[in-house]
Nanobody, 126 residues
Framework: QGHFVESGGGLVQPGGSLRLSCVAT????????VGWFRQDHHLGGVSCIG??????YYLDSVKGRFTISRDNAKNTVYLQMNNLKPEDAGNYYC?????????????????????WGQGTQVTVSS
């Protein structure tokens, strides 16, 4: 059974940067769309932060600050987060999906994702 192993979360001051990593195990990442989701601690909801496939999507509030990249040779997906803000805090989860979509709603649909990371916590505070 495939899954991801996540790392890279932690405490950072506003304006700082973090890079989250997800190493895929049990499956080859190359054929999959990859993305990141955030569970907000205070509101409890889950936001689709970004998806990288043929059509790349980013949540408006992170555009220009967050970048999803992948290294298929290392079977790893990354989320580079710059200029972090307190509202970026939460548990971040990587995900991979074999089926490809062009509409954001399906790209971000939780039930459509095939594999998930275990989550890593990001705290933004001075």
């Amino acid at each position: 059974q495939g899954h991801f192993v996540e790392s890279g979360g932690g405490l950072v001051q506003p304006g700082g940067s973090l890079r989250l990593s997800c190493v895929a195990t049990g499956f080859s990442l190359e054929a999959y769309a990859v993305g990141w989701f955030r569970q907000d601690h205070h509101l409890g909801g889950v936001s689709c932060i970004g998806i990288r496939e043929e059509n790349t999507y980013y949540l408006d509030s992170v555009k220009g600050r967050f970048t999803i990249s992948r290294d298929n040779a290392k079977n790893t997906v990354y989320l580079q987060m710059n200029n972090l803000k307190p509202e970026d805090a939460g548990n971040y989860y990587c995900a991979a999906r074999l089926d490809k979509f062009t509409d954001v709603e399906r790209m971000c649909r939780i039930a459509e994702q095939d594999y998930w990371g275990q989550g890593t916590q990001v705290t933004v505070s001075s």
